[in-house]
């Protein structure tokens, strides 16, 4: 006897909120769920945050504060120094970045003071991104 393929379809109902991630079992926790949501704001594209983000390491790297920084894009300082490295650290990878950099991307002063290159390195990012 040889083995035979076979196909099952299963159907699942649900009740939907509106946000794909969400399959509700029930009426009423789905009404729930669209009020609870009804006031939230959707995110921004990624485009907008990624401006925002390049805007923030230049604005670091052109000798503001992390907090000035910050605070022209919205977040704290700690979260605006966070952005700036992963920006230096996106630059540095092997396919975005021709050689070796003349500091260490993890000193402020060190960056500041090779300015020219580490804003060069940002352009790149901001390409990369489509911004």
């Known amino acids: 006897m040889e083995p035979k393929k076979r196909t099952i379809f299963i159907e699942v109902e649900y009740w939907d909120c509106g946000n794909d991630a969400h399959r509700h079992k029930t009426k009423e926790v789905a009404k729930k769920c669209i009020a609870r949501n009804a006031n939230k704001t959707p995110l921004p594209p990624k485009e907008v ?14 000798g503001a504060t992390f907090k000035e920084a910050g605070e022209d894009i919205g977040v704290c300082s700690g979260r605006a120094q966070q952005i700036m490295r992963k920006i230096l ?40 991104w489509g911004v």
């Open 89 to 128: 650290r996106m630059s540095l990878h092997p396919s975005r970045n021709p050689g070796t950099p003349p500091c260490s991307h993890y000193d402020v002063r060190d960056i500041r003071q090779h300015k020219k290159y580490w804003l060069d390195r940002v352009d790149v990012i901001a390409k990369h």
């Open 49 to 62: 945050n990624y401006k925002r983000y390049i805007h923030a390491a230049k604005a670091a790297i052109n």
